[in-house]
C-alpha cells in the first residue's frame, strides 16, 4: 500500500465508525491493566518495537534526499550505491521489524482472547437456570467473540496505533521543520481540505456500515433459525419452503442494495481523498520547486518533503478521531466485565459438605418459591430488544409466589409421584431438587442436609434428572453418554444402554458406540433418545432420580421399552416422578396432588379416587382415557408390571 493509499485508509477507519454511546463504568481502566500485567514484559519489548518503527520513518526520506543532493548532482556514484544499498537495507529491517511487531502482537493478543473468552466462559457456566432462560443466546454468544475480540484491540491495535501516531507524526513533523518551515506550513495550512471529505463522507459510511450490519444480522438470524433441524422440520411439515425462499431473497436483496451503496461511497471516500492527497503534493511541489529553482532550499529536500508529506495526513487524521478507537476497545471491556460482574445466585458455601453415599431421602420443609427477577439474573443489554423496562418483568421480591407450602417426603426406594393441571408448580418442584433454583423461604433436604448447605458436585451426583425434552450433544453415542461419567469404559457405557432396552439399537449400528446422534439427537427416534438419556442416569448411578415422563406421545412398542428401562433406572432408589401414564400413579407410593402451587391432595391412587376432588377429576380427564383404550403398555405383560412394582418399593 501506497503511503498516500496508506492516509486514506487511516482516515477511513477513522471516520466511518460509530462513536460508541455508552458510558465506563468507574474503575474499568485499572481493571483492564490486571489483564495486562501477565504480559507486561511482552508488552514491553512491543511498544518498544513500535517506537522504534516510528523512529525510522523519517529514514527513507532523509536517505533520498542524501542520495540526490549529496549523490546524484556531485555525480558521486559511489554514495548513490552505498546509499542505495542502505535503502534496500532499512526495507529488510522494516519487513523484519513488521514480522516481530506482528508476533508480539498476536501474543499479546491471543493471549488476552484466550483470557477472556475462559473466565466469561466459566462463570457462564456457573449461572443458574433462570439466566438462560432470561438470556438471548446469540447476545450472549456476541460477549465470547465480537466483545472480547474489541477488548483485546486495546492492548494492541488501538494502543499500538496511538503511539505509533503520536512519535511517527511527532517525528515526521520535527524533520519537515528542520527541512523547510515554509512547506511545512502550507502542508499544515492544507490538513483542513483533507479532513473535511473525511468528515462528509465517513459519517454517511458509519450509518451505512452500521445498517449493513444490521442486515446481515437479520439474514443470518433466518439462516440460523431455518437451517437448525426443528426449524427446518417446520417448513417441510407446513409445505412454506417457496415462501421462505422469497422471504430469504427479500434480506439477502437488501444485504445486496446497501452492499453496493457502501462500495461506491467507499470508493468516492478513498477518490475524494486520494485526489486531495495529490493535490497536496503538487502544491508543495509547485511551491517547493520555486523555492528550489530560487536556490531557498535543495532539490533533495524537496523530493524529502513530499515524501513525508504523504507520512504526516495518516497519523494527523488517525489520531484526530483516536478518542472513537479508545472508547470503542474500552466499551467492549467494560461489556465483557458486565457479564464477570453479574454474580451466579446458586452458589456453594465455603463450608459446604457433601452428601453421604447410599440410599437418600427427599424432604421439602414448608417451601416457598417465587422466580427471581430479571435484574437478579441477567443483564437488560443480554435480553430481548423488546423488553425495554425490566422493572415491569415478572419475578423478584413482591411478585405472586409460584410455590407455596410445600411439604413432604421421599423415602429411599419410594415412588413419588407429582400429578395435577398445566402450570400448577409440578416443573418447578423438581427443578428445586436439584438447586436449579434456590427456595424462597423453606428448605430442601436430601440425606437430611439442606441442599444450601452441600456441594453442588456431591449434590449433581445424587440426583439425577430425566426432563421431558432430552437434550443430546451432536456428538457420539459413547461423548453423549460419557458426560455423566467421563471415565466410564466401553463395557461400562454398554452395560448402560442395554439396561435401559437399548441393546438391539447398538448391535444394529455400523459404527456402535461411534455414531453421531446428529443435533439435538434427531438421527433417533423419539424413544431412543429418551432411552438413551436414561442410560445416561443409569450410568450415573444416582440415589434420586427426578423424572418428567416422556412416554404419552410414544407408540405403544417405544412406550413399552421405556416402561422397562424405568423400572431399572427406579429400582432401590428415591424416586420423584411427574406422571403423565396411569401406569405410574397406580404404582406410586404416594401421590401428590399440585395445584395453584399448593399441595390439594395426596395418598395412593384408590385412596384419591375415592375421595373425590381434584386428583379424581383428572382422572376421569385424563388417565380414565388410557384405561378405557387398553392397559398400559408396562401392564400388558403381568412378570414386566411385577417387576416395575418391585422396583420401587
Do not use: C
Not at 415462501?243 to 471516500?269: H, N, T, W
Not at 428445586?432 to 439442606?450: E, F, H, I, K, N
Not at 381434584?614 to 388410557?626: G, I, P, S, V
Request: no cysteine; charged share 20%.
Amino acid at each position: 500500500m501506497s503511503d498516500t493509499n496508506y492516509s486514506a485508509w487511516s482516515a477511513f477507519r477513522s471516520y466511518t465508525r460509530d462513536e460508541p454511546a455508552k458510558r465506563l463504568r468507574p474503575g474499568t481502566i485499572p481493571r483492564i491493566a490486571g489483564y495486562a500485567r501477565p504480559y507486561l514484559r511482552d508488552l514491553v519489548v512491543f511498544l518498544g518495537l513500535v517506537v522504534f518503527g516510528a523512529l525510522i520513518v523519517v529514514a527513507n526520506p532523509l536517505i533520498m534526499k542524501a542520495i540526490i543532493d549529496q549523490g546524484i548532482i556531485p555525480g558521486d556514484a559511489r554514495l548513490v550505491t552505498l546509499l542505495a544499498l542502505a535503502v534496500a537495507g532499512l526495507a529488510l529491517v522494516e519487513a523484519a521489524l513488521g514480522l516481530v511487531q506482528r508476533w508480539y502482537s498476536s501474543r499479546l493478543g491471543e493471549g488476552l482472547i484466550y483470557d477472556l473468552r475462559t473466565e466469561v466462559y466459566d462463570h457462564v457456566q456457573r449461572m443458574p437456570l433462570a439466566f438462560f432462560t432470561r438470556t438471548q443466546t446469540g447476545s450472549l454468544t456476541s460477549r465470547l467473540n465480537t466483545d472480547v475480540i474489541g477488548a483485546q484491540r486495546a492492548l494492541t491495535t488501538t494502543l499500538s496505533s496511538v503511539v505509533s501516531n503520536v512519535l511517527s507524526l511527532a517525528i515526521v513533523l520535527v524533520t519537515m521543520l528542520v527541512l523547510s518551515w515554509q512547506i511545512t506550513l502550507i502542508a499544515l495550512l492544507l490538513l483542513p481540505v483533507f479532513v473535511v471529505p473525511a468528515r462528509l463522507i465517513g459519517s454517511r459510511m458509519a450509518r451505512i456500515s452500521r445498517d449493513q450490519m444490521q442486515l446481515d444480522a437479520e439474514m443470518s438470524a433466518l439462516m440460523t433459525e431455518r437451517f437448525n433441524v426443528g426449524g427446518a422440520m417446520l417448513v417441510k411439515l407446513y409445505g412454506r419452503p417457496d415462501e421462505e425462499s422469497r422471504q430469504f431473497a427479500e434480506r439477502a436483496a437488501k444485504v445486496r442494495d446497501i452492499g453496493v451503496v457502501g462500495s461506491m461511497y467507499s470508493r468516492i471516500f478513498f477518490t475524494a481523498l486520494t485526489l486531495v492527497a495529490a493535490l497536496a503534493i503538487a502544491m508543495v511541489y509547485g511551491f517547493g520547486g520555486n523555492l528550489v529553482v530560487g536556490g531557498a532550499i535543495e532539490l533533495g529536500t524537496l523530493v524529502a518533503m513530499a515524501a513525508l508529506l504523504t507520512r504526516l495526513y495518516g497519523p494527523l487524521t488517525a489520531l484526530g478521531n483516536v478518542h472513537i478507537d479508545v472508547l470503542t476497545a474500552l466499551v467492549s471491556f467494560d461489556r465483557v466485565f458486565e457479564v464477570l460482574d453479574l454474580e451466579p445466585m446458586i452458589e456453594e458455601k465455603p463450608d459446604a459438605r457433601p452428601l453421604p453415599a447410599g440410599p437418600l431421602r427427599v424432604d421439602f420443609d414448608r417451601v416457598r418459591f417465587h422466580y427471581p427477577g430479571a435484574d437478579q439474573v441477567s443483564l437488560a443489554s443480554l435480553e430481548s430488544a423488546a423488553r425495554p423496562d425490566r422493572a415491569a418483568a415478572p419475578g423478584g421480591p413482591g411478585t405472586p409466589d409460584v410455590l407455596t407450602d410445600i411439604s413432604f417426603t421421599a423415602e429411599p426406594g419410594q415412588l413419588v409421584a407429582l400429578v395435577g393441571p398445566s402450570g400448577a408448580g409440578k416443573t418447578t418442584i423438581t427443578h428445586l431438587v436439584s438447586r436449579l433454583y434456590d427456595v424462597t423461604d423453606g428448605a430442601v433436604r436430601v440425606g437430611g442436609a439442606d441442599i444450601r448447605d452441600t456441594t453442588l458436585q456431591s449434590l449433581h451426583d445424587a440426583v439425577g434428572v430425566v426432563s421431558q425434552d432430552t437434550h443430546l450433544f451432536h456428538d457420539t453415542i459413547r461423548a453423549n453418554l460419557a458426560y455423566a461419567r467421563p471415565g466410564a469404559d466401553d463395557a461400562e457405557l454398554e452395560s448402560a444402554m442395554r439396561a435401559a432396552r437399548l441393546g438391539e439399537l447398538l448391535d444394529a449400528l455400523p459404527e456402535g458406540l461411534d455414531t453421531v446422534v446428529g443435533e439435538r439427537g434427531y438421527r433417533l427416534s423419539g424413544g431412543e433418545k429418551q432411552r438413551l438419556a436414561i442410560a445416561r442416569v443409569l450410568l450415573r448411578a444416582p440415589a434420586v432420580v427426578v423424572l418428567d415422563e416422556a412416554t404419552a406421545h410414544l407408540d405403544s412398542e417405544s412406550e413399552s421399552a421405556i416402561q422397562q428401562a424405568l423400572a431399572t433406572a427406579l429400582r432401590g432408589r428415591t424416586a420423584i416422578v411427574i406422571a403423565h401414564r396411569l401406569s405410574t400413579i397406580r404404582e406410586a407410593d404416594q401421590i401428590l396432588v399440585v395445584d395453584g402451587g399448593r399441595i390439594v391432595q395426596r395418598g395412593r391412587h384408590d385412596e384419591l379416587v375415592a375421595r373425590g376432588g381434584l386428583y379424581a377429576d383428572l382422572y376421569r380427564t385424563q388417565f380414565a382415557e388410557q384405561e378405557d383404550a387398553g392397559p398400559d403398555p408396562a401392564d400388558q405383560d403381568p412378570a414386566q408390571a411385577a417387576d416395575a412394582r418391585s422396583a420401587v418399593r
